[in-house]
C-alpha cells in the first residue's frame, strides 16, 4: 500500500440515479481533503436521474468503480427475472433513457476490483455475479475467505455495516462505532457502506465511508439531501411512487 501524508479516501455505493443525493455527497467531501473515491456499482436503476449520475461518476479524477446488478440489468448483462417487479420496472425504464456514452462507461466497469489494497466488489466477494445479500455475521465469516486484503468493502443491501474478524483469535464481530481503527495487523474487515441514493437502514441520509489510509480509521458518515426534489422528478417519470415515498423513511 502507497501512504501519501493525510490520504483518505471516500467510498460509496448505490447512487441509484439519484443525483440530488450524489450530489450532496460531493459538496460534504469537497469540504476536506480526499485523494481518491471508490465507488461500489448501482450508480443507476430506481431513480429519475441516470445519465446524470453516470456522467459525474465517470468524469470524477482519481475514482476506481466496479459493477453492480443493477447497472449489469440495464446493460442485458443479468436476467431480469432476478429483480422484484418495482426495480425490472425502473432496469426497463432506464434502458430507455440512457445514452450510449453512459452505456459505454458501464460497460466498461469491472466486477471486482483492487484499489490502495482493499477489495472492492458490489455484492460478496465469493460470488460477485450471483448478487447474494450479506447481512449478518454467518454470512461474514465465509466472505472472509474469499479475499487476501485486509479490507474487503461492498454495498448491494444499502445498510452501512462492517465486521470485524481477528485472525489470531478466530473471533468474527459486528463493529458498532461510527468511527473505529483497522491498525490491528490480526484484523481484516468486510466494511458494507450503506447507500447514497436509496439507504435502507431507517436514516434517509445518504450513507458513504471515509478510510483514512494514513491513520488506520474507517468512518461511517452521513449526509442531508433534498429529497422531496429527488421524489419529484422520480414521480414526474411515472415511475412506480413507492420509490420516490420510501426515500422519505430510508427504508
Ligand atoms: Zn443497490
New binding site residues.
Given amino acids: 500500500m502507497r501512504f501519501i501524508k493525510n490520504m483518505q479516501i471516500a467510498v460509496m455505493a448505490?447512487i441509484?440515479s439519484n443525483l440530488e443525493a450524489l450530489e450532496a455527497f460531493l459538496n460534504c467531501i469537497c469540504k476536506e481533503k480526499i485523494n481518491k473515491f471508490i465507488c461500489l456499482g448501482?450508480i443507476v436503476?430506481y431513480g429519475a436521474s441516470p445519465n446524470e449520475c453516470v456522467e459525474v461518476i465517470s468524469k470524477s479524477p482519481n475514482l476506481y468503480a466496479v459493477s453492480?446488478?443493477?447497472d449489469w440489468g440495464v446493460l442485458g448483462k443479468t436476467d431480469l427475472s432476478c429483480f422484484n417487479e418495482i426495480a425490472r420496472i425502473a432496469i426497463i425504464w432506464t434502458q430507455n433513457q440512457l445514452n450510449s456514452k453512459a452505456k459505454d462507461y458501464l460497460g466498461s466497469l469491472p466486477l471486482i476490483s483492487i484499489a490502495s489494497g482493499a477489495f472492492l466488489v458490489h455484492a460478496t466477494p465469493e460470488a460477485p455475479a450471483d448478487w447474494n445479500y450479506l447481512v449478518d455475521v454467518y454470512d461474514a465469516r465465509r466472505q472472509f475467505q474469499h479475499f487476501n486484503e485486509k479490507i474487503c468493502f461492498v454495498?448491494?443491501s444499502?445498510v452501512p455495516m462492517a465486521f470485524e474478524l481477528n485472525e489470531t483469535t478466530d473471533e468474527l464481530k459486528i463493529i458498532r462505532d461510527k468511527k473505529f481503527s483497522i491498525a490491528d495487523a490480526h484484523c481484516r474487515y468486510l466494511i458494507n457502506v450503506g447507500?447514497i441514493g436509496?439507504p435502507r437502514d431507517g436514516d434517509p441520509r445518504a450513507s458513504f465511508v471515509i478510510w483514512n489510509v494514513q491513520d488506520q480509521t474507517i468512518e461511517f458518515r452521513r449526509v442531508t439531501y433534498n429529497i422531496k426534489r429527488a421524489q419529484q422528478k422520480i414521480r414526474r417519470t411515472g415511475l412506480p411512487l413507492f420509490l420516490a415515498s420510501r426515500l422519505s423513511v430510508g427504508r
Wanted: charged share 15%.
Fill in positions: 448505490d441509484h448501482d436503476g453492480g446488478n443493477h454495498g448491494h444499502h447507500s436509496q
